[in-house]
């Protein structure tokens, strides 16, 4: 699919990049990457740069550490969703180590990103394992507004106040606890990468965190929160009063950077 013409003009040289890439995909045979110690997935070339940040030993440190935190607390079986899946890599780490028990939902608003999931799924023989769901995660389902960014569109983000409507797009929007209904599915991992919906996707959430008890790996996007009127210092106390407690990523000074890469874990007795 043949990225839009605004989507190149408003990155004419991240919209390239993309179709190099899409070219290379049909000449070039994927590689294969170590993203974890015993953990290596084919790559298509379209996803290569995204998957090479977060290999072991090669990665960005910051990527790396955080898939690192991910895979350590995968465990056989598991039932994963995933809320920003972008091109997969969570998802994918999650089927591979969790087995062929183990059962992944990636939920991903971006038509391009979808496409490469799909592709990333089919080379590592996991298509069978994952569900791909076409949608934003919110607190209310419907439609809601999003900005469409990055090569070819394959970034969703929460508007800032004063962004004008005209450079925003309806995209459907579910919620997680709607989601986990509908499939009668108990998650036993819960990873948000939102850019700026981390409140409203955790409120939608609020069922599932009190009677499933998922760990959560959390991405606080704090500059694009308060860009969008939030508090990121609220979503941390929202899940502290659901009864989790941080276990991964420094508070307060989680709050002093633009990304917060964070992990939570249930409280015992909560």
């Given at each position: 699919?043949?990225?839009?013409?605004?989507?190149?003009?408003?990155?004419?040289?991240?919209?390239?990049?993309?179709?190099?890439a899409?070219?290379?995909?049909?000449?070039?045979r994927?590689?294969?990457?170590?993203?974890?110690?015993?953990?290596?997935?084919?790559?298509?070339?379209?996803?290569?740069?995204?998957?090479?940040?977060?290999?072991?030993?090669?990665?960005?440190?910051?990527?790396?550490?955080?898939?690192?935190?991910?895979?350590?607390?995968?465990?056989?079986?598991?039932?994963?969703?995933?809320?920003?899946?972008?091109?997969?890599?969570?998802?994918?780490?999650?089927?591979?180590?969790?087995?062929?028990?183990?059962?992944?939902?990636?939920?991903?608003?971006?038509?391009?990103?979808?496409?490469?999931?799909?592709?990333q799924?089919?080379?590592?023989?996991?298509?069978?394992?994952?569900?791909?769901?076409?949608?934003?995660?919110?607190?209310?389902?419907?439609?809601?507004?999003?900005?469409?960014?990055?090569?070819?569109?394959?970034?969703?983000?929460?508007?800032?106040?004063?962004?004008?409507?005209?450079?925003?797009?309806?995209?459907?929007?579910?919620?997680?606890?709607?989601?986990?209904?509908?499939r009668?599915?108990?998650?036993?991992?819960?990873?948000?990468?939102?850019?700026?919906?981390?409140?409203?996707?955790?409120?939608?959430?609020?069922?599932?965190?009190?009677?499933h008890?998922?760990?959560?790996?959390?991405?606080?996007?704090?500059?694009?929160?308060?860009?969008?009127?939030?508090?990121?210092?609220?979503?941390?106390?929202?899940?502290?009063?659901?009864?989790?407690?941080?276990?991964?990523?420094?508070?307060?000074?989680?709050?002093?950077?633009?990304?917060?890469?964070?992990?939570?874990?249930?409280?015992?007795?909560?």
């Open positions: 699919a043949f990225p839009k013409k605004d989507h190149f003009l408003r990155s004419p040289r991240g919209t390239l990049s993309w179709l190099k899409e070219w290379q995909g049909v000449v070039r994927s590689g294969r990457r170590e993203l974890l110690p015993g953990c290596c997935l084919e790559v298509h070339p379209v996803a290569e740069l995204s998957y090479a940040s977060y290999c072991c030993g090669g990665g960005e440190p910051e990527c790396a550490a955080e898939l690192l935190r991910f895979g350590r607390r995968c465990r056989p079986g598991m039932v994963f969703l995933d809320v920003g899946a972008h091109f997969g890599v969570f998802s994918l780490v999650a089927l591979r180590l969790g087995g062929g028990g183990a059962r992944a939902v990636a939920i991903e608003p971006s038509r391009q990103a979808i496409r490469v999931l799909r592709k799924a089919a080379l590592n023989g996991m298509l069978g394992q994952l569900e791909v769901v076409m949608a934003a995660c919110s607190d209310r389902s419907g439609w809601i507004s999003l900005v469409a960014e990055g090569p070819a569109a394959g970034h969703y983000l929460t508007p800032q106040r004063n962004r004008p409507a005209s450079e925003t797009q309806a995209v459907r929007a579910v919620t997680i606890d709607g989601l986990l209904a509908e009668g599915l108990r998650p036993t991992h819960l990873k948000i990468d939102v850019e700026g919906q981390e409140a409203a996707v955790l409120r939608g959430a609020e069922s599932c965190l009190r009677g008890r998922p760990l959560v790996f959390l991405e606080l996007h704090n500059a694009f929160l308060r860009a969008a009127g939030e508090h990121p210092e609220a979503i941390v106390q929202f899940l502290e009063a659901m009864g989790y407690r941080l276990v991964e990523g420094e508070s307060p000074g989680c709050f002093a950077r633009d990304l917060a890469r964070l992990v939570f874990e249930p409280r015992e007795g909560a």
